[in-house]
């Protein structure tokens, strides 16, 4: 096939094209062209919540309960524990070694309003979010952790079930999953007009003023989630899963380019899905397990995110943290990360968790965490490529190690 022909050149152009439009055009463009993306974007959100619970049902059936679910909960749990603590410990290096907060003039920067987020503010909250309390009621609001809860033991239980019942629901299930993976790819096709939209009004709605102020900020941030993306995933692909990094990376470009024009992990997750199986070559029953959740809970780039974030504010107060304080940053910004939800900005909300937990609050904090939003938009776009390229590798690696041996042999 002609390389212009192929989606992620299309969509790469498309990408180009937004934001000369964007730039050139600015507010006009946005408005113009802005419901193209708003539109897409619902398409993607229309197919999570079914997509989701299908994929979920089907792949836990497939793996048949009892230790073979154990195993895959622990080695899926174990991998987004490592990955995220890896990445907080790179953000932690980072902002100690280019101290952006010192001598930053905040000043300058002119603070925006945050976004209302319904997010668990303490650990207890986390883990009692996670039972639904209807689960009617958590698919409508899309309420991924409680909605994944459900179907993880709804699965198990039809494992349970006498032979000919457990065939009936499992088969229903994987139906209406190929259903939902078609409908994904006939929504896929319009990415590049999606995308287009996206950055256009991104870009022409974007402060870029305010990078003076907090360029270095942004610099260690873009900085810990590059070394992350292209070292560490890296060295854990080829060392837990001998996987060729180079393959993965271009097998996951269609989801990475999502990610990076929608800000939102759970919107990128049906093409993550999709991608993972088809291209990457992960089974059902692994992705449909690793990836919903990761696109969930396992947030590589936005635990980096929470760490320089609150370091940074420290900085800028002049507050000298210890190492205890630093111990405790990096153990909330992890928790802060489990706890974002997969949309636009959602990291930005939940790094109250961090601030508080050191102590950090009052009108300054609050006025300075108001000037980051002003810039948050491209380092949200980049913190969910990293977000939803941990989740691949994740599930990449563990199908590895469930032996599977056609994950990622060659560039689909
Ligand atoms: N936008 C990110 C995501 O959906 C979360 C964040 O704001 O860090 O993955």
Redesign the pocket.
């Known amino acids: 096939m002609d390389w212009y022909r192929k989606l992620h050149w299309q969509t790469l152009a498309a990408m180009v094209a937004g934001a000369l439009t964007g730039l050139l055009i600015g507010e006009s463009a946005a408005n113009a062209v802005g419901w193209i993306g708003d539109l897409f974007m619902k398409l993607l959100r229309m197919i999570i919540v079914p997509l989701v619970l299908t994929s979920i049902i089907s792949g836990v059936a497939s793996v048949g309960g009892g230790k073979a679910l154990g195993r895959l909960f622990s080695k899926t749990i174990g991998y987004y524990v490592l990955s995220s603590l890896l990445a907080v410990v790179i953000g932690l290096l980072m902002v100690n070694l280019i101290q952006p907060g010192v001598g930053a003039n905040m000043t300058a920067a002119v603070p925006g309003e945050l976004p209302e987020l319904d997010t668990a503010t303490s650990p207890v909250q986390l883990l009692l979010d996670i039972v639904p309390a209807n689960v009617v009621q958590a698919a409508a609001s899309a309420d991924m952790l409680a909605l994944i809860f459900f179907c993880i033991v709804f699965g198990a239980a039809v494992t349970t079930l006498p032979d000919r019942t457990r065939d009936i629901v499992t088969n229903l299930f994987d139906a209406l999953f190929s259903a939902m993976m078609r409908l994904t790819s006939g929504i896929i096709k319009f990415l590049p007009i999606g995308v287009y939209a996206l950055i256009t009004k991104m870009v022409a709605t974007t402060g870029f003023e305010a990078f003076k102020a907090l360029g270095l900020y942004a610099i260690t941030i873009g900085s810990g989630l590059t070394l992350h993306l292209l070292v560490v995933l890296p060295i854990l692909l080829l060392v837990l899963g001998r996987i060729a990094p180079r393959i993965h990376f271009a097998n996951m470009r269609e989801p990475l380019l999502i990610?990076f024009s929608t800000?939102?992990?759970?919107a990128t997750l049906p093409v993550t899905l999709a991608t993972v199986e088809k291209k990457v070559g992960v089974s059902n029953k692994v992705a449909s397990f690793v990836l919903p959740m990761g696109?969930t809970v396992n947030?590589d780039?936005?635990a980096i995110?929470e760490c320089v974030g609150a370091l940074f504010i420290a900085q800028v107060l002049g507050f000298e943290l210890t190492l205890l304080q630093q111990g405790v940053v990096v153990v909330t910004a992890l928790l802060a990360?489990i706890g974002?939800?997969?949309?636009?900005?959602?990291?930005?909300v939940v790094i109250f968790i961090v601030l508080e937990a050191i102590g950090l609050r009052g009108p300054q904090v609050n006025l300075i965490v108001g000037s980051m939003l002003a810039i948050d938009r491209p380092l949200?776009m980049y913190?969910?490529v990293v977000?939803?390229y941990s989740d691949s590798c994740g599930a990449a690696i563990i199908a590895r190690s469930e032996g599977e041996k056609d994950v990622d042999t060659v560039i689909r």
């Open positions: 990610a800000s939102s992990s759970g696109a947030m780039g936005t995110f990360s974002a939800a997969a949309v636009p900005s959602a990291g930005l949200d913190r969910t977000n939803v």
